[in-house]
């Protein structure tokens, strides 16, 4: 993708600053050099490249404006890539140790040892004053290269510009700068108060420290000589020594820099407050560290907003707690229980750690710069990946309005692949024997290969990894709804209209027959059940596809209900369309324009044969509409008989046709038809997004029905006669939990109040639930939540004063 003036336009029209738009290696690890540009037929050096005594053209890799995602298979070159961004941009590390070693120009002889070379093609900002490079025009991208050990120069308009010493670095001071994401660094679980301070870290302010010295000096006995005593207190209170520390140690103080940034730099905690919760902690006013500690907890609440990012619970907190001599990071969940981070996931503290960086980052850096990460999937769940893309997504446009930087990531994870945005994926392969690393061309358009080699399996083709999925006949379907979801959400800048496809997985069934069997493979096998909604033709396949659904199994509930079940002709009669007169919607083929078919067909036909020796002036939008009559307004069937008619030596698919469709769309804005075919998309999609959202909800509904009825069934097997008040606590707890998410949660959640009000659960001084025959009617009325909910509505409704409560509070 090599940027247009267009698109530096576009960019300069947002008030960006410099980009880096490509980067150019050769002779770099695997990075050999792009031997498919040099065996291409015709494919001559550039006037400024070396051809002597061979061409050895470089690896360009095209980087998108915004977010860049390299993926490739093992020793592919993914992290090398990144390297090579840095020494390109900032002239380092160049070391001749990195020379690839399979290379031709390998050589340890005198006057042949060469250096990798590397360049960075940049769009300038109109802002950017490069007067210092007078030949330099600041309106147009240039490439600077830093030849190994010769010395830099520019590229622009196919023309050489040699750059003097101040001159690159001038430039270099310019050029984006580089920040690095540590992905093997973790939030630690507790750090030293003294540090936070400014003072040494001694041995003994880590409780495990202390606590091996207390059991050590226990098990001395009373007889121990002060020798031994001090043979097992020395070992505690000396630091260390020894490769194996010294690298224990960086890693510990890179923790303790990390968790001074959450508190001091993004909780914005007064460095000064420690000082106090240590003299607090040293003089026992446990009021005051007890305040202290609450203040620190508030500030992290406010200030990190973490709960909006980590979606798999909205209502986790990070938290601090006081010990002697460390503050340790705590973590409250839904349940309102307190864990340690020893007793947490490592990709919690993964991801915290991620999102305190980049959240320190930027508010310490003002300036628009490029984020590298190297596969930052390694420790984070699905779910954890997919908050994390969010998060990149705000780091690169952020909606405070704040810079806009670059972000490019390595990674082997679906998860961490954005599919609402295929054209910022990047496919690095390995060649054979001395071939080194290629780019994978057209990666972005071919939405399925090569990426199923690259990450293993590709994300579309399951249904047991999308949160919601969308079950489609063949292939054809899903590469046409995948391809122009992806084009309508790059052209509208929104999901709106088009599918979310990190939240949708689209399943091509392989046939009209099997949509019913892959549903029930996805929802007829388990209690927790995805939602799924079909998508069927108007043909008699369709129909009988159908009838399938609707039947379900035998004795058994139905696996999906007629509103999840949808019939494209049923749609297209009750939707308003941009559609020729004879049109007729029957399949998702009859929602493209002619226009926009004749010309997709026609760039299939090039993909297997010379135009120039084929007569297609007979094949044209008039001859494809002359036959809708004949086809009964079925675009396809007009298509393919008009195209085997005219070419009867060729033939066209339905899956490669709608490949050249979706790879029209992103290349091409002049093909008429165009509008329509948003029209109809956005209309189909926004109708099939809207359902799955109406599926999800209720499968959401539901399980949190199951849950209610499991902690109400346990209840009453385990509780016949009597219950412990802890108990009860967890038990609303768990209740309140299952219906906070409903639509009555919130009038739900003032009834089980009241139930421990009424109960008096708080006072522990009586360990026992008073009254449990009361109680436990109280608790299994809740099963009637829906009726009880309207209730208490009606209650609270100003309308309705006449209705008055029978018995006090306790209706």
Known sequence: MCISNETGSFLLSKGLKMRLSRVHTRFFRSFNYDYELRAKENSQPRSWEDGNPAWYPFVRVDLDPEITAIVGANEAGKTQLLDAIEAALTGSPIRRADLCRYSDVYSVMSGSVRSPEFGATIVPDESDDLSFIPDVDRTREFSLY????????????????????????????????????????????????????????????????????????????AEATPEAAGSAVLPSLVVGSGATNEEAERQRRAEFELARQLLVDTARIDPRIFRELRDAIDSGREGEVEALVGGMNDAIRQNLNIQRWWSQDRDFDLMVEAREYELAFTIRDRTAARYSFDERSQGLRFFLSYFVQLTAHRINNTKPDILLLDEPDAFLSSTGQSDLLRILHDYALPEDGGPRSQVIYVTHSPFLVDKNAPHRIRVLDKGSDREGTRVVRDAANNRYEPLRSSLGSYVAETAFIGGQNLFVEGQADQILLAGISSWLVRKNGTTVGALDLNKVTIVASGGADSVPYMVYLARGRDSVKPPCVALLDGDSSGRNAEKVLKKGEARKKRILKDEYIIRLDTWGRESDLAL?????????????????????????????????????????????????????????????????????????????????????????DSVGGLNELATNFTSLLSYLSSVLDTAASEEARDLDEDRLTRAIEIFKSDHKNGMRKFEAVKLLKDINSALESTEYGETMSIRIGRISREFELADISNPNVPNFENFRDAIISLQSHRRLAYQDDTLRDPAAEFIKPTNGENI
């Open 580 to 668: 020729g007169n004879q049109i007729n919607v029957m399949e998702i083929e009859d929602l493209i324009p002619i226009q926009v078919a004749h010309h997709a067909a026609l760039n299939y036909l090039a993909r297997f044969s010379d135009l120039s020796t084929l007569d297609v002036s007979q094949f044209t939008p008039l001859s494809i509409e002359s036959r809708l009559i004949e086809s009964d307004g079925n675009v396809w069937e007009a298509l393919k008989s008009d195209y085997i008619d005219c070419f009867p030596d060729e033939h066209i698919e339905k899956a490669g046709f709608a490949r050249e469709v979706v790879s029209l769309l992103s290349n091409s």
């Open 146 to 221: 830093r030849p190994g050990d010769y010395p830099p120069f520019i590229v622009q308009n196919s023309e050489r510009i040699d750059l003097d010493q101040s001159q690159v670095a001038d430039l270099t001071s310019m050029l984006p700068k580089i920040h690095r994401l540590k992905t093997n660094l973790a939030i630690p679980a507790s750090v030293s108060i003294a540090e936070l301070i400014g003072e040494p870290r001694m041995p003994l302010h880590d409780r495990a420290a202390r606590t091996g010295l207390i059991a050590r000096l226990i098990g001395l006995g």
